[in-house]
């Protein structure tokens, strides 16, 4: 069964469970927090220069997930630890760096961190690797719950903007979900020179005004992932941050509400055919307070038919 998604939230589509800035009550609270967690970076990489990797290992949290730029997960602290000591026997000598680009706080105790990691052979070579991480906090400790490589910076920089939206080119086209407590239609087309996508959505529900919801996504050279904008008739504004794996998309969302309340929600996207997807919100929060997750089942509209000509020719 179901659960549908209220009209609360950014009308409701989107679980628009923003945020960015619930935090806002102690203003001193993020920058602290940013600066613990760069300095927390500047001894992970220490550690692991040392091959210490227990220590390294602190800087994970013990249900942390590492994927990397092939799709392949590794799930667990040990299991992470045990994959780094079994890499740098062929790593010997390597040195690696770590530098952060951005830092953005999602909630009080959740943070988004974009960066690129550059591992050094001995003879001067060097290759860089753009990642993402989601970090939380814990009795006052950040650490690592989810880092996703996201391929080789020149890899990024040698790829045009379609062909890094391209893995999302099966959303072009006209969706749809109804049932008896209302309806969504969302379309999707390419921006110009397919260099970004724009989805656009109507919600209607009984005795209620339609709202709409508009959405833009675009590939973002500096952090080295997708990103989106998302704006709603109400007034309602958002964006998100895109990780993929495999045939499902995680984006880590933050913005605020009509009513200036701020939270933040995980959208899942999950390809299921060509006909269908999966969209999920979880881990929604407004003003830091938790709120149920939801599901949506889309299907692809059937194409338009010509109107059938009649009469004599």
Known sequence: MRTR?????????????LA???????????????????KGVEDY?????KGNFDAAGKHWSADAEYINDEGKATKGRDAIVGLFKKGRVATKGYTLKVDVQSVRMLRPDVALEDGTVTLTA???????TRFSAVLVKAEGNWQMNRVQDVGSVAESEETTPYARLKQLEWLVGKWADEDKQGSIHMTCRWGMGKTYLIQEYTIKRPNQDPVEIEQRVAWDPINGHLRSWIFDSKGGFSEGTWQRTGNQWDVAVSGVLPDARTATARQIWTFVDDDHFKWQAVDRSI???PIADS?????RAAPETAATETGSH
């Open 5 to 17: 998604l209220p009209l609360l939230s950014l009308a409701g589509l989107f679980g628009l469970c």
């Open 45 to 49: 990489a220490a550690a692991y220069n």
């Open 287 to 289: 003003d830091s307070k």
């Open 20 to 38: 960015g800035s619930a935090f806002a009550q102690n203003a001193k609270t993020p920058a602290d927090d940013e600066a613990t967690i760069r």
């Open 122 to 128: 001995p003879d001067g070579t060097a290759d860089k």
């Open 295 to 299: 599901l949506t089942t889309f299907r």
